[in-house]
């Protein structure tokens, strides 16, 4: 085996390796193989050595930052490329990148490359403020819809956003103050429940915050506003006990509504639990402050029940339609 014109080794197996080689440099070896006829002729091998070129700096660039290449090889000369909003200042193994337009925000990486403009490794970092395209979402409702804030991104800038990006959802308009919604945002906050209790128009903003500013957007909607039932029952049809589960969330949202923006006392409503036959008598009743209610109904007859809940805060109960079957 020879370097060019050099000997370097020789072996008696299929297979070698060589250590030694210079970083990002290109080789022909020439391989020969010999018997008892004598050598055979060249047979040439090239290729180029990689490398282990990395770049280290802040992901997020506000208005600058500073990056380093590091394990750039000795004797190896190194150029730095950027997105088109940036700016690079300095040379050789770290640079600083300064953001081009401070309002903007957006995708941008830095690169490293060699002599002849190959580029050996890439860094991607977002720049300046975060930014939300748009709300997707319903504009017209009843009394229930989820909103996404949709943010254009890819690859690992996906990451990058999200490890620097906090959201806020908010309502800007409303039929009647914060009494006529409720909002409940994801752990993320890329994206929310919204519940309308009035009808009426409504306009949902979500913001976006970094370190550098924040950007803000909005959706308008127009929504019926009826009210989802709080109660849930099973099984359905019950032979034995029938189980009433209460969604406090709810509750709290009606008596917002129903106080208007007013501060709620400090005790929570009771609610009245009645289930009633088909004549109108009541055959099962209790109050409670909890979040679940059971009824025995073993030892009611078959047929159609209604269940009434008054929740305190509305004039009107919710009725369930239960089917008792033994």
């Not at 000997?7 to 193989?33: E, H």
């Not at 990689?50 to 600058?64: D, E, F, K, P, V």
């Not at 150029?79 to 700016?87: I, R, T, V």
């Not at 036959?277 to 209610?293: A, E, F, L, P």
């Amino acid at each position: 085996m020879y370097n060019g014109a050099t000997y370097v080794k020789t072996v008696t197996t299929t297979s070698t390796s060589i250590t030694g080689l210079a970083a990002l440099t290109s080789y022909t070896f020439c391989v020969k193989a010999k018997n008892t006829s004598g050598p055979s002729g060249c047979s040439n091998v090239q290729f180029t050595t990689g490398h282990n070129i990395t770049i280290s700096g802040s992901t997020l660039i506000c208005s600058s930052a500073t990056y380093t290449a590091n394990n750039v090889p000795a004797g190896i000369p190194i150029n730095w490329d950027k997105s088109s909003n940036l700016s690079i200042s300095g040379s050789g193994s770290t640079v600083t990148a300064t953001n081009n337009n401070y309002g903007w925000g957006g995708e941008g990486w830095v690169s490293v490359k060699d002599a002849s403009g190959t580029e050996l490794t890439r860094y991607n970092v977002w720049v300046g403020r975060p930014v939300i395209d748009y709300i997707d979402g319903q504009t017209s409702v009843g009394s229930y819809a989820n909103y996404r804030a949709v943010i254009t991104t890819s690859g690992s800038h996906v990451g990058i956003v999200s490890s620097h990006t906090s959201y806020q959802w908010d309502m800007l308009i409303s039929p009647s103050g914060s009494g006529s919604y409720s909002i409940n945002q994801s752990v993320y906050g890329l994206s929310a429940d919204v519940y309308f209790y009035d009808e009426g128009y409504y306009r949902l903003q979500c913001s976006s915050f970094n370190s550098c500013d924040n950007h803000a957007t909005y959706i308008d909607i127009y929504a019926t506003g009826n009210s989802p039932s709080p109660v849930s029952t099973y099984p359905n049809p019950v032979s034995d006990v029938l189980n009433i589960d209460i969604d406090l969330k709810t509750i709290q949202a009606r008596y917002r509504r129903a106080l208007a923006g007013s501060t709620p006392p400090a005790s929570d409503p009771a609610f009245d639990v009645r289930l009633y036959d088909g004549k109108g008598n009541i055959m099962r009743q209790t109050s409670t402050r909890g979040s679940k209610v059971q009824f025995n109904v073993s030892s009611l007859t078959n047929g159609i029940y209604y269940l009434h809940f008054y929740d305190g805060v509305s004039r009107k109960p919710d009725i369930k339609k239960i089917m008792v079957s033994h």
